[in-house]
Each structure stands twice: as C-alpha cells, then as structure tokens.
C-alpha cells in the first residue's frame, strides 16, 4: 500500500499526517514549539531546533506508524511564511529565521525600497504593496544591520524550503512563496524579479523555482538517519501553511475564498486573472499557473487564548457557554482585536487592542462575545475588500481550529452576511501537504479532492440591522482612538526596548 505524509510547521506547533491515497488518515503527530519575540517588532524562530527537528520527530513517528508491507511514496512539507532563514553552503542558519508579517523590524527598509523602485510598479510587478509581510525589505534589513551574518549568508530559505534542503540538499523555492518575496517576483510571469533581486541580494543567488506539487529531489542518506524516512523517498516543493490548508478544503476554482481560523486569521481566494487591491496580497496559488487573493490578520485565536489566560484560565467549554449567553453586541461593549497590531486591511504596526464601553454589568461572557466580535469585524472589512478587486467571493470555507467555536464562526456570518461550509476533515495545512504529495508522485490526479463539506454556518438575518450599525461604530472606535493609541504604543516600545537592551 503506497502511503504519503503531510507535514505542517505552524507558530505554535509542527504536524503531520500519514494518509492513504484516498484521503484517509491513518496516524497524526505533533511536535510543540513556540516563537521568539526578542524585542518589540521582532518575531523569530530557532530554525534547527523548531522547525527541523519537530519535523524529524513527526516523520519518525508516522514512519514507525505506518502499516507493515507499506510504502513512504512521498512527503510534502508547508510551513509558515513568508520567512526568511539565512544560512551558510552547508544549510547552516546563521541566525534564528525571521519570521512573516508578524515580524515588523523592517519598517525603514519597507518605505525605502517603495521610494527606490516607486509603489506603483512593485504592485504592477508584484502584485502587492510592500509591508511587514515582504521578505524583500527583511534581506535589505539584515544586510543593513547583521553585515557579518550577510557576508557569511550563502542561501535564504523560507520554513519549507528549509526543510527540502535538509532532506534533499536541493535550494528551491516554490513559486507561491517566492510571490511573497516582494519586489523580488513578477507575479504575473511566474518568474523572480532579476534586475530588482541582483540589487538586494549581492552576492546570495536566487533559488531554482517549482510549484507545490512538484518533486524536487529525493530523500538523502544523512536525513534519512534523522527522520526514518528511506533513501529515496521523493520530496515535494511544499508551500506557505495557509494555502496548503486551502487546497485540503477543495479551494481551487476563481471564486473560492478559504477564511483560516487560527491564532491569526487568513484568506485565500481563488482568482482567474491578475488583479490588485492596496490592501490584499496578490500572489502565485498552489496549482500549476494559478493566482490568488490573499490577506491575513495579525491576532484572533491568540486574543481568545490571551483572554483566557488573564481571566484565570477557565475551560474553553465553559467559556464558550458564557459567551453564548450574552446577546449579539455584547451589551453595547465593542473590542479592537489588534494586541499585536494589524495587517490587512489597515496595515497599523502600531495599533493596539481596545474595549470600549465597559460597565460594571459587564461579566466575562463579555468580554470573550466581543473579542468574537471584533475579530468579525475586521473579517467584514476584508471580504469588502475582495469586493472591491473585483473578484467577487462565491463559496466560503472555513477551517482551522477556531471553527470549533460555534460563537466565533457564527459572529463571523452573522456580520459578514455570508455562510461558511465546514467540511469533515480539519486537520488542515498537513492534510492538503499529503494531497499534493499524493498529486506529486502520481498517486491520485491533480484535480483529485479529498475535501467533504459536514455542515454550513448560516448567517442569521434577525442581528444584521444590529451588526450593520455596531460595525460602523467598530470603525469609528479606530479611526477616533487611533491617535492616542499610537502614542501609548511608541511609550511601551520605548520601555521594552530599553529593558531588552539592558540585557543585552
């Protein structure tokens, strides 16, 4: 029996999944980890420690897992990203990776490559506009700031493709990352950016390019001592987690929009042709030649996980029904979800989370309706953005673990307008990893879905009216507190940055 594994690097974990061909899952692992957030703005991961060897754990325990008389025919790994991991020839890090939009370091750099090549032609050729999510000011920030590290540097990987060159030896990037490279890839050509790419890089080359699904070296001698995966056995190019995850719910065709319900919340839809908004990522899909919409916050489960910390740590079931309890608006408490800023749409490093409106009546079923909310809220101001790129959404699906919160997902259509399908498998970014594993090797059609819808989240029209006007207020909150709150974020990242300092 051929098998495949999917293995997935996520912010707070590693996964893996050993699938048959026809999609069932015959054994899942998990590795822990957890990010680093050395100085205000900066968010890093150990590389060798996180990344590799949680994969080598999970690899060896679904190989040993595996059924006798079986076959590894494949393994495909995602990974969060865009990231940049800087290593010597020997795919050594020389540093721990800087990691996605959640890492804003590269302000300076980010406003000075805008200036360099002009806004309007980086969206042009790349699709979108430079911010904390472009791996391109990361490598001008590190050449800026680390000269030792950059002289030493030989090879810029992202979470994946760090992993491909540990099994394989191979320096690839697939296309739909490198797309997030800006300005390093033109997006509409399929192809990395050379005369913008030779100025930022120097002396460090560009990768060979490949799709997710497409086998770019073979499993070698050393890392299969590591991982128990055999000599041989074919790698996959891999991809960004979110957009694994998209393809394991069945988003293939222009219109299908993914919503990622995680510690931050993603989208990912679907388009036929190359179109840009300001405030969405227009990017290379996971298919063969395809593009996609994308945009992606910077808190939502970790809010939720936050406040249930510092209210003691209650059961998430017993949270669940408090929050239920308490009718659609909270009782007039509205919550500003950014506790660690906010990408897209408003793309403000400095905003910070607010409630707004507390009374003494307030309880902590409040608190968690309105964190629900307000997460709603942004979700709201994203799908009309994908409005107004002219790439209307036609089928929602929702995955992640967020989905298992019935107020999370039902705030989400109730303020949105729009039903979500849930299907049966949750398993997420490892799953679709199997899937194109499965693709890659030959084992199943590239147009094979393994994807099953359960359920539908219904948008219940009795809180629209409700909704509409609160999330006029939601943005009127930001637009009136935006001021102050900027100035009470430059105040904690002055103490912080000062006490990071006295450590040093």
Excluded at 392 to 401: L, N, W
Aim: with cysteine; glycine share 10%; charged share 20%.
């Amino acid at each position: 029996m051929d098998l495949v594994i999917g293995v997935d690097i996520g912010t707070g974990s590693s996964k893996g999944i050993l699938a048959a061909c026809d999609g069932k899952v015959l054994s899942t692992a998990l590795s822990p980890h957890r990010m680093s957030l050395p100085r205000p703005g900066w968010a890093e991961m150990d590389a060798e420690r996180d990344w590799w060897d949680g994969v080598c754990a999970i690899t060896r325990e679904l190989v040993e897992a595996a059924p006798p008389g079986s076959r590894i025919a494949g393994v495909c790994v995602s990974g969060i990203g865009p990231c940049l991991l800087l290593c010597d020839e020997q795919v050594r890090p020389l540093r721990p990776a800087i990691l996605y939009g959640v890492d804003a370091r590269a302000t300076a750099e980010i406003q000075e490559l805008a200036e360099r090549f002009g806004p309007e032609a980086i969206a042009q050729k790349c699709g979108s506009a430079l911010s904390s999510q472009a791996v391109g000011p990361k490598l001008a920030w590190a050449r800026r700031h680390e000269p030792d590290v950059w002289a030493r540097t030989r090879r810029w990987y992202s979470s994946n493709s760090y992993i491909v060159a540990k099994l394989t030896g191979e320096y690839i990037a697939d296309h739909h990352t490198a797309s997030q490279c800006d300005p390093l890839y033109l997006t509409r050509e399929f192809a990395w950016n050379t005369e913008w790419a030779d100025e930022l890089l120097d002396h460090v080359p560009l990768p060979q390019l490949a799709w997710p699904s497409e086998v770019v070296g073979h499993v070698r001698q050393e890392a299969s001592e590591a991982t128990a995966l055999p000599v041989g056995t074919p790698v996959l190019a891999g991809t960004v987690d979110a957009y694994a995850e998209a393809h394991s719910v069945g988003v293939r065709h222009p219109g299908d929009l993914m919503v990622m319900y995680g510690s931050t919340m993603f989208f990912v839809e679907v388009i036929d042709s190359f179109c840009h908004h300001p405030a969405l990522w227009t990017t290379a899909g996971v298919q063969t030649g395809s593009l996609a919409l994308a945009a992606g916050t910077s808190t939502a489960g970790s809010l939720i996980s936050w406040l249930q910390s510092v209210t003691g740590g209650p059961d998430f079931d017993v949270l669940t029904r408090e929050a239920e309890s308490v009718p659609a608006g909270a009782d007039g408490l509205l919550a500003l979800p950014y506790l660690a800023g906010e990408r897209t749409p408003i793309f403000d490093y400095d905003a910070r989370g607010v409630f707004a409106g507390l009374t003494m009546n307030h309880t902590r079923g409040h608190l968690f309706r309105a964190a629900y909310e307000g997460i709603a809220f942004g979700v709201r101001d994203v799908l009309e953005a994908f409005g107004e790129a002219e790439a209307p959404v036609r089928r929602i699906v929702a995955i992640g673990g967020g989905v298992k919160s019935p107020v999370w997902t039902q705030a989400v259509s109730d303020i949105t307008g729009q039903p979500q399908a849930i299907t049966e498998q949750t398993a997420g970014a490892s799953y679709g990893d199997a899937l194109l594993a499965a693709v890659g090797v030959g084992l199943v059609t590239p147009e094979t879905d393994w994807s099953h819808v359960v359920c539908k989240v219904i948008p219940r029209e009795e809180r629209r009216e409700r909704y509409d006007r609160l999330h006029e207020t939601w943005r009127e909150l930001y637009r009136s507190s935006k001021s102050a709150v900027h100035q009470l974020a430059g105040e904690g990242n002055d103490h912080r940055r000062r006490s990071s300092d006295a450590t040093v």
